[in-house]
Nanobody, 123 residues
Framework: QVQLVESGGGSVQAGGSLRLSCVVS???????MAWFRQAPGKEREGVAL???????NYADSVKDRFTISKDSAKNTLYLQMNSLTAEDTAMYYC??????????????????WGQGTQVTVSS
């Protein structure tokens, strides 16, 4: 069983930065991890993903502003978010899927989820 715990959310003004963390209970050799977000009244959308071999992918809306990274020694996934706007306000979730190649960055493809951390950006 894989357990994920997010932290690092909060309130920030537009243009500011936040770094989210996701501690994973265990990581097998083959995994894909991702950050998703869900704003009120909207579907959960993929933000960024990271594969076990180092590949990354980003949603167009966050490219050049967000960076996904991981510290394997600490079993921790990060999401550095810069130049935040009000449109980035959402609950952010960490997700994991155990497979050798990352699936499409859609919520139904991921099995394990954290409880979420709220990010609020004021304009």
């Amino acid at each position: 069983q894989v357990q994920l715990v997010e932290s690092g959310g909060g309130s920030v003004q537009a243009g500011g930065s936040l770094r989210l963390s996701c501690v994973v209970s265990r990581l097998p050799l083959n995994y894909c991890m991702a950050w998703f977000r869900q704003a009120p009244g909207k579907e959960r959308e993929g933000v960024a993903l990271s594969s076990s071999y180092g590949g990354t992918n980003y949603a167009d809306s966050v490219k050049d502003r967000f960076t996904i990274s991981k510290d394997s020694a600490k079993n921790t996934l990060y999401l550095q978010m810069n130049s935040l706007t009000a449109e980035d306000t959402a609950m952010y979730y960490c997700a994991a899927e155990i497979r050798w190649y990352c699936p499409p960055m859609t919520a139904r493809e991921f099995t394990y989820w954290g409880q979420g951390t709220q990010v609020t950006v004021s304009s």
